[in-house]
């Protein structure tokens, strides 16, 4: 009995030094700061903000219920597939982020592939980036240093992707797939300002297996020859189906355009350009890649500008055809001669009749081929978002409505992506 009466004691006595402690520490505590209201945060470099979805939550229909989370980054290029869809990228700490939207950009997921592919510079659509659809898409990884190039390849939309190896180091010139199981590869070496070594690839297999079907480093121009010049640098290749297809080269003068029709293994020079007036004078004329509006690549056209170095200006006029390159006519837009850090955008085409341009922060449409421009009423947020973002990257327009418009401070590694719905009239940051 004794023993449990000193056990009391003796818890009695520890629960009095505990509650003296207790007390001593509040009165010597110092008093609560008043609460401060929340002070702003200056946005990351990269500007960027996106709303992102988790990929568990990709088949969720329940807007409301679908977790999201946001996140800031440093967007490089886009492409828009159709009025909803689309993709963005950039290359932080040498990992590709890719995204893509499928309802006009209030939500994206991320389609990255693996961290452990190691990007030393930023990917360009029709180069190293190109999708059919919004299932089918392709990387590409130039070798670098140690690390060989690769090509990517996805058929879910980005949420996995296989890798498989590719037979040649030199550079990547253009990728053009036109349908998920056949496209080509234009690899090129030894490129001078009008000239370039060239070697083509073709896959039957959506770009597991590269076999190659044409290289001209043996080109004779005094002997009979198949194959695409070294003279001229490639500036876009198009494939109408499985066997017809081809290129258009940048030269020291006129644009050239050769054409294949047996899957790119031979190549013929196609229709000469007609030597105008208005690219007299210039000291180097820039061509396009060219842009197909229709699924039968029949109707396209390719920009060509008159760079003019003392000026420091180049004036945009316009080729186009109506029967998938078999020749092309010159048309004058007469918008003058673009200076300042974006002489370097071309127009934006949608079809044959109906484009956009902007000039400084105004932008301007055409409904005639570029004979006539309309200035468009000026939009607020376009025009204060080009005062903070000077230099614009890429305009795509991908339907009469619908159009992207991606722009930057390259200084201050920033870009934002904006959006409009009406046709150029008035536009919102994604």
């Known amino acids: 009995m004794s023993f449990k009466i000193t056990g009391f004691k003796a818890l009695g006595a520890v629960f009095t030094v505990l509650l003296t402690l207790l007390i001593l520490s509040a009165c010597s505590s110092p008093s609560p700061e008043p609460s401060q209201p929340p002070q702003p945060t200056e946005a990351p470099e990269e500007g960027q903000t996106i709303t992102l979805i988790t990929p568990d939550a990709q088949n969720i229909d329940n807007e409301k219920s679908t977790p999201k989370y946001q996140i800031q980054t440093r967007l490089t290029d886009f492409r828009l597939l159709n009025d909803a869809i689309g993709l ?140 695409i010049p070294i003279s001229g640098v490639i500036t876009g ?63 396209g056209w390719m920009s060509v500008g008159c760079q003019k170095d003392k000026e420091g200006s180049i004036t945009y006029n316009g080729y186009f055809t109506a029967n998938g ?52 009423p000026a939009s607020g947020v376009l025009q204060s978002k080009l005062a903070e973002y000077p230099e614009i990257v890429k305009l795509q327009f991908v339907s009469s409505e619908v159009g992207w418009l991606l722009i930057e401070k390259k200084e201050d590694r920033k870009s934002i992506l904006l959006q409009t719905t009406n046709g150029g009239l008035s536009w919102r940051v994604m």
Request: hydrophobic fraction near 35%; glycine fraction near 10%; aromatic fraction near 12%.
């Open 325 to 376: 390159g078999g020749n092309w006519k010159f048309v004058t837009f007469g918008l003058g001669p673009q200076t300042g850090i974006n002489r370097h955008i071309a127009p934006a085409f949608l079809n044959a009749q109906l484009g956009w341009t902007l000039k400084k922060d105004v932008l301007y449409k055409t409904t005639n081929q570029g004979q006539t421009w309309t200035a468009l």
């Open 88 to 227: 963005a990228w950039g290359v932080t700490k040498n990992e590709l982020r890719i995204y893509m939207t499928m309802d006009n950009g209030k939500t994206w997921s991320n389609i990255s592939p693996s961290s452990n592919v190691q990007f030393l510079s930023n990917p360009v659509y029709g180069k190293d980036i190109f999708f059919t659809d919004p299932s089918n898409g392709w990387i590409i990884r130039s070798a670098s240093g140690h690390t060989e190039t690769v090509v990517l390849r996805t058929t879910d939309g980005g949420s996995s992707w296989k890798i498989s190896s590719f037979p040649d180091a030199n550079a990547i010139s253009s990728i053009y797939f036109n349908s998920p199981d056949h496209g080509w590869l234009m690899t090129s070496w030894d490129a001078k300002a009008t000239k370039e070594s060239k070697a083509l690839y073709a896959t039957n297999d959506g770009g597991a297996i590269w076999n190659l079907v044409m290289q001209n480093e043996q080109y004779n121009p005094n002997l009979p020859n198949n194959t």
């Open 237 to 299: 290749m198009v494939f109408k189906d499985f066997g017809h297809g081809f290129v258009t080269l940048q030269t020291g003068a006129l644009p050239k355009i050769y054409m294949t029709k047996d899957s790119g293994v031979t190549w013929d020079q196609g229709p000469e350009f007609l030597v105008n007036e208005q690219l007299r004078g210039c000291d180097r004329v820039i061509t396009g890649e060219p842009d197909f509006f229709d699924k039968a690549s029949l109707n």
